[in-house]
């Protein structure tokens, strides 16, 4: 970083205060203390390091490796907060047993602990007089540590590792908030400093600084004391957050995930008035509910609130691209088949390459994501499959609802192959291509092909037999929507000879990769529908080859997992609850799931098969009050679910001000009212105001502010009060204001009531109104909301 675009006071500054012993001295014995870290735990043998002498936690020993990191080296390095114990990936916990990252639970306890200190040694063993930035990215710490991708500490614990080791180079700030705050007020644009990840390009960043001042200026400072001086409350730039209180991180403490996961009920609904961040909260909850560990993880990162919001919308986005997360709304129009299952008329490809329409029962949102949450993964392989330059290849095995073909499924299962149901029991072993495939047919069926020159018996065997190479991937369907398995092809073709059966002779041996029970939607691999031909070769247009490398990369616990799913429901109280739900209303209660107390299943009446919802499907509805109160709601839907109230937080708005007043106070009055007119339930969020917050001249927010009662305010008045624009004046507290300064304008409109009737009609109420729009840019309409102010007449008539 360029040090003169710094502030050459800030420089002087800093200067100034490195010669302050006050602030750059260390206490006495730390060098000592730093010696006694040295000889406990050298640098080059991490990764022969006990369970005892690394964890903490029950039954470990005082001196363990991760209480010095934490708190032992403070004197030396400054705090250091992972946020809680996990943040370590292992430590003891109270009954003695050794707590894994989730990443971590299949292997060991030996082989966890080794995994986990060989991610150690390869970070502290970096050379920092080279490029380090490798440490940022968790495929370069995998390859170079030599171990399979599972789980690398974040990004603080690795800042923390190259700093405690290289004290002459690198500056001891493990927090990534605040380092991103230093670079900011020493100068940097925000659009410069790397993202939250690249927590050590940011800290090489921060070096540099460092080492260019000290050079520059011939300055005896270390890194600590450079440190020290960034802290201090004299150069004025330290973070307003230092650190989290220091009693919140006990050893074992396992704290809750933020307050908004403070709820495991499997069904939730979140309720409150427009504008209080329910669709915006169910991102958060749904993380923290379909991924708490990952949530937790992510408290040891210590970010700012932004790239906090960031990090968990991206992996919401890749938790929807697994389908563990499903989003949908509810409207008046959204029924059980959309839902659940349902018959649709669907286009299919026949093998003369024709399209037809067929009728079929296709599942809805809530099947489908319940299928995903009770599927079990067998494992053929423990390694990653590269599947680039393969060929891949859609074959069907027969459909899991026929019970005939589902054997011939199970048989290819237990032996490693695959059949063709085509080519009769006619063995086509000296059968090199297409035209030798047909002379075969016709000589063992006496018949001529001559007039078919399009038979797709001859197709499906020529591809099976001499197209599909050794080493190609196959994706066994099952019907037209989903898929059951996925296989290598190993060998060549081979003739099944056997008296069991007619048919599906036709073999090669594959290596089963994955096989799932029961079948997965096409959505979780395909971007298009399948075609009704038993095998053909998987175009890009249709399969999503990102999706097949996701579904080929092993996870550590592969069998019979039950990963946390959940639905997202918006708006669920503008549905239909007894058309959407059906039967399944009462199959959502705990006791009723797979597995509960009182476990219960349905036969669907479409597909006639059993139905049950898995104990790990959570459902988080949203519920705007102001279209229905939980008074109107559905009480079979009610007595199922736990609802939790978001109501406005006017304080989140506390540092706006425009026109000089607080919007919250703006916020909070305008409230206040509308509980008295109407109730709670139509209080206005405050999301309507947040635009504000972006914003940074006083010019903006003004206008934007105008915008925002304009457009969203005083729209949402007029559907709450139905026009009633006396109501809708008190609200904005118009009675008070002089008429030029009121948004709603009633009486003295033109031409008057006497010029447009008869002067026989009598009694007519006046009822027109005008919004003023010179109110929307007149400071004194909005300074007036908040306080009660007498006119005379004559002003209110000026």
Request: with cysteine; aromatic share 8%; charged share 25%.
């Amino acid at each position: 970083m360029d040090t003169t675009k710094i502030d050459s006071h800030l420089v002087s500054k800093i200067i100034e205060l490195s010669q302050d012993d006050a602030i750059t001295s260390r206490p006495e014995g730390v060098e000592e203390l730093y010696e006694e870290f040295l000889s406990k735990f050298p640098k080059s043998k991490i990764t022969e390091l006990t369970q005892e002498q690394y964890c903490l936690g029950q039954g470990s020993i005082t001196d363990n490796y991760c209480r010095w990191i934490e708190r032992e080296l403070e004197p030396i390095f400054g705090r250091y907060m992972p946020g809680t114990a996990r943040g370590h990936l292992l430590y003891l916990q109270k009954d003695g047993t050794l707590y894994k990252h989730q990443s971590l639970s299949d292997l060991s306890d030996d082989d966890a602990l080794s995994y986990v200190l060989k991610i150690h040694q390869v970070i502290i063993d970096a050379d920092v007089n080279a490029d380090i930035t490798w440490i940022d990215q968790d495929n370069e710490v995998y390859d170079r540590a030599g171990v399979e991708p599972r789980c690398v500490m974040g990004a603080g614990r690795r800042a923390r590792l190259v700093s405690i080791y290289n004290p002459d180079i690198i500056l001891p700030i493990s927090s990534t908030v605040h380092i991103k705050h230093f670079l900011k007020a020493l100068g940097l644009p925000e659009s410069k400093i790397p993202p939250y990840k690249n927590v050590i390009q940011r800290l090489l960043m921060l070096t540099d600084v460092y080492q260019t001042i000290k050079k520059e200026h011939n300055l005896d400072l270390t890194p600590h004391q450079f440190m020290s001086v960034l802290y201090s409350n004299k150069l004025g730039i330290k973070p307003k957050k230092m650190t989290v209180d220091a009693g919140s991180n006990d050893e074992l403490n396992e704290p809750l995930i933020a307050n908004i996961s403070n709820y495991s009920s499997p069904n939730q609904i979140l309720y409150g008035p427009p504008g209080t961040g329910k669709t915006y909260s169910t991102t958060w909850r749904a993380v923290s509910l379909a991924d708490p560990e990952w949530y937790f993880d992510l408290e040891e990162q210590d970010l700012d609130p932004d790239d906090q919001r960031n990090v968990v919308k991206e992996r919401y986005d890749e938790l929807v691209s697994e389908q563990r997360i499903a989003f949908t709304t509810f409207h008046q129009s959204f029924a059980y088949e959309d839902f659940v299952e349902g018959i649709r008329p669907i286009v299919v490809e026949g093998v003369d390459g024709s399209s037809n329409i067929s009728y079929e029962v296709v599942d809805g949102i809530f099947k489908q994501l319940c299928t995903n949450a009770r599927t079990t993964e067998q494992t053929g392989s423990t390694q990653t499959v590269n599947i680039e330059g393969k060929s891949i290849w859609k074959l069907s095995l027969g459909n899991t609802n026929i019970s005939d073909e589902n054997e011939i499924f199970n048989e290819c299962i237990d032996n490693n192959y695959v059949l063709l149901g085509w080519g009769d029991d006619i063995d086509f072993s000296n059968c090199n291509n297409r035209r030798e495939v047909v002379l075969k047919i016709e000589q063992s069926h006496n018949i001529s092909l001559a007039d078919d020159p399009n038979n797709y018996k001859a197709t499906a065997v020529n591809t099976f037999k001499n197209v599909v190479s050794i080493g190609d991937l196959v994706i066994i369907s099952d019907g037209n929507h989903k898929f059951r398995a996925i296989a290598e092809i190993t060998g060549d073709y081979e003739f099944l000879d056997t008296k069991e059966r007619y048919g599906f002779q036709q073999l090669r041996k594959v290596k089963w990769l994955r096989i799932y029970s029961p079948s997965l939607p096409k959505e979780r691999l395909f971007d298009k529908s399948l075609s009704q031909m038993t095998i053909y070769q998987l175009r890009n247009t249709t399969i999503n080859r990102e999706k097949l490398k996701q579904l080929l990369t092993p996870e550590p616990t592969t069998n019979s997992r039950e990963l946390p799913h959940l639905i997202i429901i918006d708006e669920i109280n503008r549905g239909n609850i007894s058309r959407i739900f059906g039967e399944l209303i009462t199959l959502l209660e705990p006791d009723k799931r797979k597995g509960g107390t009182d476990a219960r299943e349905v036969i669907l009446p479409y597909s006639k098969l059993p139905f049950s919802v898995p104990s790990n499907l959570y459902v988080l509805g949203t519920m705007n009050t102001a279209d229905k109160s939980l008074a109107q709601l559905d009480l079979a839907l009610r007595r199922r679910f736990d609802f939790i109230e978001l109501l406005p937080k006017p304080e989140l708005l506390d540092s706006i001000t425009v026109h000089g007043i607080a919007v919250s106070e703006i916020l909070t009055v305008i409230n206040q009212r509308i509980e008295v007119l109407l109730d709670r339930e139509h209080v206005i969020g405050h999301s309507y105001f947040w635009s504000l917050k972006d914003l940074d001249s006083d010019e903006e927010r003004e206008i934007e502010l105008g915008n925002i009662f304009k457009r969203r305010i005083i729209p949402l008045l007029q559907e709450y009060f139905f026009s009633d624009w006396e109501r809708i004046g008190w609200v904005l507290n118009d009675p008070s204001k002089h008429n030029s300064e009121r948004f709603i304008q009633t009486g003295n409109i033109s031409p008057v009531i006497s010029e447009l009737f008869d002067s026989s009609i009598k009694g007519l109420n006046d009822r027109r109104y005008h919004i003023n729009e010179t109110a929307f840019n007149n400071p004194e309409s909005y300074k007036k909301i908040l306080i009660q102010t007498e006119y005379k007449s004559s002003d209110s008539e000026a």
